[in-house]
């Protein structure tokens, strides 16, 4: 293969025929896996679901791949009738797929502890949120009450929750569906939270709303192909991202807090994950060898590069008064949290504590980051496959 993306991970098919292997040529930033034939040609994708698909691993039997996710966990598919069966139950990070010869049996190395929510301040001080599951993706309430974040049940499927941020206190439960709700961002007042979700039958995904304090849910797009949202000039709009489609790269979409009306923001390389203060948007854009962040300018049009010297910048965030963005990098070789002063500053890494660190956001008054961060070792587990 010769692409400008990443490409690895290369397993053989059990016929010697294709070569898997995962891939961030989509340029959504996330990882899928796609497969080519031995003697050449022109690859094809095999999966390219919401959230990153790795470690591809066909079965000695040729009749199913096995593959992870960073979401679920560890999954099979069959490659003639596409259906998937999730193997594994509880939260954890996975890695290292093996069938066993029969193709019955996979192992894998699972690390059993669940992410956790930490909080680094500019003092240099370190806490840990007391929440009583497994929590991804924090996003803090406009007041700095409540925090929202989603979280895997022992099904593998994932719902927004919210608790205090002062911890110590039960989590409430907002979703409850089968599909998967993920990505929740409060609204500037306070009032709604809007999230990615699969329900109606939307494999891609999809923004949907609904009240912070609980109650039905709102669909907002039909695209099945939209994720990430965050809320947008004043709470009048929100923006989201789209996937790659059919050759095309994904890119940034505004839709109306009711739902009524969207329009397509942005047409570069690719672009995605993004954030809004005001009229002011952020994201993640994919430039040779790796990916930048952009801040544009929705009433006037201009786009400016914020930081382009970290190879693997994502997850940037707006600072309630604008004034910093916070993102990830994994520059210095572990995934770390950075901020930036504007407009002239130069990204400063925050975060010293162990762990790879993601999603990160500010408290109200700025003074400290919230992020995601996953502790643990990783054991050798047997699964049977059904």
């Not at 959230?51 to 560890?74: C, M, N």
């Not at 544009?296 to 590069?305: C, E, F, I, P």
């Not at 910048?313 to 210095?332: L, V």
């Amino acid at each position: 293969t010769q692409h400008t993306a990443d490409e690895w991970h290369p397993r053989w098919s059990a016929d010697g025929e294709w070569i898997f292997y995962s891939t961030n040529r989509s340029i959504d930033v996330d990882i899928d896996f796609w497969r080519i034939r031995a003697s050449g040609g022109e690859p094809e994708a095999v999966t390219h679901f919401p959230g990153d698909e790795y470690s591809a691993a066909p079965s000695p039997d040729g009749s199913r791949i096995a593959y992870l996710t960073d979401t679920t966990g560890l999954w099979t598919m069959d490659l003639d009738t596409g259906t998937k069966i999730n193997v594994t139950t509880g939260a954890g990070i996975y890695d290292g797929v093996s069938w066993s010869p029969d193709s019955t049996a996979l192992i894998v190395a699972r690390n059993p502890e669940p992410e956790v929510v930490r909080r680094a301040g500019f003092d240099g001080s370190v806490g840990e949120i007391d929440i009583d599951r497994t929590a991804k993706y924090p996003d803090i309430s406009p007041d700095g009450r409540y925090m929202a974040f989603w979280s895997i049940d022992d099904e593998g499927n994932g719902d927004i929750w919210k608790i205090a941020t002062e911890g110590g206190t039960p989590s409430v439960r907002l979703t409850s569906d089968p599909a998967a709700d993920v990505w929740p961002v409060w609204s500037p007042d306070g009032l709604w939270i809007a999230f990615t979700s699969r329900r109606d039958g939307s494999l891609g995904g999809d923004i949907w709303k609904m009240l912070a304090s609980g109650g039905q849910a709102q669909r907002l797009t039909s695209t099945n192909s939209a994720r990430r949202p965050r809320w947008c000039e004043g709470g009048e709009t929100l923006v989201f991202q789209t996937d790659a489609a059919d050759g095309q790269p994904p890119h940034i979409w505004s839709v109306s807090a009711s739902g009524s009306s969207s329009k397509q923001i942005t047409e570069g390389p690719g672009e995605s994950q993004p954030d809004c203060l005001g009229n002011q948007l952020i994201y993640v854009q994919q430039e040779e060898g790796g990916h930048a962040i952009v801040r544009h300018d929705l009433a006037s049009g201009k786009v400016n590069t914020l930081v382009s010297d970290h190879v693997s910048a994502q997850h940037p965030r707006w600072s309630a008064d604008g004034s910093r963005i916070a993102f990830i990098s994994n520059k210095e070789g572990t995934w770390e949290v950075y901020s930036l002063s504007l407009p002239d500053g130069s990204p400063a890494r925050i975060t010293t504590d162990s762990g790879q660190k993601t999603a990160p956001g500010w408290s109200p008054d700025g003074d400290s980051v919230f992020y995601s961060v996953q502790l643990g070792q990783q054991e050798l587990w047997h699964f049977p496959v059904p």
